[in-house]
């Protein structure tokens, strides 16, 4: 019995790390997509999209441009969040633990969620764009 109790939690284990790395890689694979078209003039509210360094300004345009019409906020972009979250947290205590300098995969993890918002953000923007374009043609 107890051998059968080890297996189950270690299995758990391997299969929740294996839904994390299988998320991070489409997070990955997402944020690696050459997707923003720089040459597009009808992104102009918002020309200097990629210059944003924060994920919290990221979310705040994301929220202004895009809003949800359910009352649920995006679902795409709730893992992400939390993700960064739990980053942030590690990266501060990381930073108790160890100098500023030793821990810095919190940062570059953080870094990719800004720039994930980023890509979904101007993806979503031009797919609008899109439905404006197809709209004024009829």
Known sequence: MLIAAFILVISTA???????????????RAV???????????????????SFSSFQEVMAVYRELC??????????LRPVSIYY???????????????AEGFSWPHREMA??????????SQRLE???????QARSY
């Open 85 to 99: 979250t739990a980053m942030g947290f590690l990266s501060r205590l990381g930073a108790s633990i160890m100098p």
């Open 32 to 50: 690696s997509e050459q997707y923003v078209n720089e040459a597009n003039a009808s992104l102009q509210p918002y020309p200097n999209l990629l």
């Open 127 to 133: 797919r609008n764009i899109n439905v404006v374009n």
């Open 67 to 76: 809003p949800e019409l359910q009352s649920a906020p995006a679902a795409n």
């Open 112 to 121: 990719l969620c800004t720039q994930y918002a980023t890509v979904r953000l």
């Open 14 to 28: 391997a299969l929740l790390q294996f839904a994390m790395f299988a998320w991070r890689a489409s997070l990955l």
